[in-house]
């Protein structure tokens, strides 16, 4: 058979082999080992070991192939240029090692290629992990091992990611390709382990199930209780994980049974199911999953003590949200607690809908978390645009809470009065989160709470205390590490420059929300929004167009409410009308920063621009029209016309604006 999809690394191989006298060649059971190390060493002595199951046995079973006796199998190599494979090791680990550092060390030009599901773990060794394939090649290996019996297609495509991409399990799945067809193939993927059978393979790679087992099988019992707990985990896990040690899941990782990602670690679905088999067959898991509960839950009790939760906080809980979402029924007495925190790391993803339809069944439900879930669903409601049902959640989460627990419900219930439209009421309540927040001397607390009354007060037209609140909690905000409180004060302070008319301001506040990095666009929108009005005040139609268009269309596509009417929107809708549709076409979610951050000349003309550059430079009216060879009075008509553009009064704030300008463009 060919070998597909291994080309990069058949040409690491030959280097590594170049460079070095032992190269192991390691990864899952089934990766595709042997195979590539047959296409590489078709010169070679090949010594298959997966038979060999007494390790007294190795010297004579090299020294067979070989073709000299089991005591002279250094001697017959001494001198010789060759190369010696090892395949399949991973049972003989601690005996292959000595052996081959023993035949190195005497045979100074022999080269050994090792294959196994885990390194030898000895001095010189150069290691080579062959994983999963790429999509593209695992589709083609599909196609080409299913004879012709089916195209490429999106399906075949999902076939190959539901296997992890994995060599042998989308071989055994493209022999069934013929008789069952590819939607067949996929509706039976749930049942692996019957559907991936070749009765005619070699036994270890007769069937899926064998593959695993053998690898399991090598295990000792420690690594073989984390193997099969490890299943209840479809998210990963940390080294760190709560069922067993760190030492353990690094030694599942040598031998293949866990692949890192990131900075976590996940068992191969396949894998996974198989050890869950495991798991089951022994009576285990009710217990294991009892002990994730417990887990998950301690880390929902501290986003829920809190007021507003801080990065170490959330950023545990989002990194567990798939196993949040898998352990969300396992002990009924905590699917509110785990739900509201699920619910939370999925807003800061975006996913406002997902989150409303989790916590909508837990809504009337008793219990000690009752006012998390209710003060999160209204949070939810807000961010889409319901009101009056934001008004009512918040309400009830008000009159369950005290205490700190009381500053999260008040603010919730003065956001969702803003968005129901009762502006005054939503400062009310954002003055009393406030002063809770003061009472109990809470600094991150009093921060949210100083902006949140900030950004009310820019609604309901209170520039003095926007003013004053900002004034108060923006070096607080932005040396927070907490990117949603950095950009939405950046965002606030934007639109108070914007309100007092100071265009430059607003562009570099909004443009510097931009640059920090969210979990999701949908924190950064409004400052979008801002740039927007922004090119639509400096008579930049195109741009404005553009920005307003796209945003308005990723509105509607996360389910978030149209941009609140405000007399800046006139003008957004004004330069909309005056560009063509197809150049006001929306942006992608990945387009849509890049483009706002690539601020443009704008309204300026080129030779705008150099009179603008020499005013920055300090130079004088009559020194620009010596340089430009214009008159004085036309550098001056220049400077009064960027001035009108750009909403700026001085020849002082122009040369800032330059200055800024040019730091972000490179001008």
């Known amino acids: 058979m060919t070998l597909v999809g291994r080309g990069a690394e058949l040409a690491r191989l030959a280097e590594l082999c170049r460079t070095s006298r032992l190269v192991t060649l390691h990864g899952p059971g089934g990766a595709g080992k042997t195979r590539l190390a047959r296409e590489f060493a078709s010169d070679s002595y090949w010594v298959d070991l997966a038979p060999l199951t007494d390790p007294g046995l190795l010297p004579s ?61 000895v001095p010189g060794e150069a290691l080579l992990r062959l994983g999963p394939l790429p999509v593209p090649d695992a589709a083609r290996l599909f196609v080409e091992r299913a004879g012709g019996a089916v195209p490429f297609s999106p399906a075949v495509s999902r076939i190959c990611t539901e296997l992890d991409c994995h060599p042998l399990s989308i071989e055994l799945a493209a022999t069934r390709a013929g008789f069952l067809g590819i939607s067949e193939i996929l509706e039976r993927l749930q049942d692996r382990f019957t559907l991936l059978v070749n009765e005619r393979g070699e036994p270890r790679h007769r069937d899926l199930r064998s593959t695993i087992g053998w690898s399991y099988d090598l295990l000792d019992p420690a690594e073989q209780a984390l193997f099969r707990r490890l299943s209840v985990l479809p998210g990963g896990f940390g080294a760190d994980v709560v069922l067993g040690s760190a030492d353990l899941v690094d030694s599942l990782a040598a031998k293949s049974l866990v692949v890192a990602s990131g900075s976590r670690f996940r068992q191969l679905e396949s894998i996974r199911l198989f050890a869950h088999e495991q798991l089951v067959a022994r009576g285990e898991l009710s217990a294991t999953r009892d002990q994730v509960v417990a887990w998950l ?56 809908t997902l989150g409303r339809a989790l916590l909508d069944p837990l809504l009337d439900v008793d219990g000690p978390h009752r ?14 645009g319901d009101g009056p049902r934001a008004v009512s959640l918040a309400t009830s989460a008000c009159s369950l809470d005290s205490g700190v627990a009381l500053i999260r419900s008040t603010s919730r219930l003065a956001g969702a009065l803003l968005a129901a439209g009762d502006a005054p009421a939503a400062a009310v309540n954002a003055r009393s989160a406030l002063s809770l ?41 932005l040396s927070a ?18 309100e007092s008319g ?32 922004v090119a639509a005040l400096r008579g930049d139609c195109g741009r404005a167009a553009r920005l307003g268009a796209a945003t308005a269309r990723l509105r509607l596509d996360w389910g978030m409410p149209p941009r609140a009417v405000d007399p800046w929107d006139q003008r957004v ?57 214009i008159t004085e009075r036309t550098v001056e008509s220049h400077v009064d016309n960027v001035r009108t553009k750009l909403g700026l009064s001085t020849r002082a704030e122009l040369g800032a604006w330059w200055s800024r300008f040019s730091r972000r463009t490179g001008h």
């Not at 601690?94 to 390194?119: G, H, K």
């Not at 001397?441 to 520039?463: E, K, Q, S």
């Not at 990945?590 to 300026?604: K, R, W």
């Open 573 to 629: 809708r004004e330069a909309l009308a005056q560009v063509p549709s197809s150049f006001a076409a929306p942006l992608t979610e990945d387009e849509v920063v890049a483009y706002a951050l690539a601020v443009p000349l704008g309204p300026l003309t080129p030779r705008e621009r150099d009179v603008v550059r020499f005013v920055a430079e300090g130079r004088s009216s009559k020194q620009i029209a010596a340089r430009l060879r």
């Open 371 to 384: 006012s998390t879930v209710l003060a999160q669903a209204a949070v939810l409601a807000t961010d889409v």
């Open 502 to 533: 100071d265009l430059s301001a607003a562009e570099s506040y909004f443009l510097d929300a931009l640059r920090f990095e969210t979990s999701h666009l949908a924190r950064k929108i409004h400052s979008v929004e801002g740039l927007a009005v």
């Open 481 to 498: 590490r907490e990117p949603w409180l950095r950009v939405g004060a950046l965002h606030s302070a934007g639109t108070l420059a914007l």
């Open 61 to 121: 079973t090299v020294a067979a192939v070989i073709g000299c006796p089991s005591e002279a199998v250094e001697v017959a190599l001494r001198g010789r240029k060759a190369l010696l494979v090892l395949d399949n090791c991973e049972h003989l680990v601690d005996f292959v090692a000595p052996f081959v550092v023993a035949l190195l060390t005497r045979c100074a030009d022999l080269t050994v290629l090792a294959t196994s599901r885990e390194a030898l773990d």
């Open 437 to 477: 927040a003061r009472r109990f001397g809470r600094p991150f607390d009093l921060a949210v709470c100083l902006h949140n009354l900030a950004y009310i007060a820019l609604h309901a037209g209170d520039l003095d205390e926007a003013s004053a609140c900002l004034e108060e909690c923006l070096p607080a905000c």
């Open 297 to 352: 839950a301690s880390l929902a009790s501290t986003y829920a003590s809190q007021a507003f939760p801080t990065l170490d906080v959330l950023a545990p809980l989002d990194a567990e949200r798939d196993n949040l979402l898998a352990a969300l029924h396992w002990d009924p007495s905590f699917t509110p607690l785990l739900a509201a925190a699920l619910a939370a790391c999925w807003r800061e993803r975006g996913q406002f």
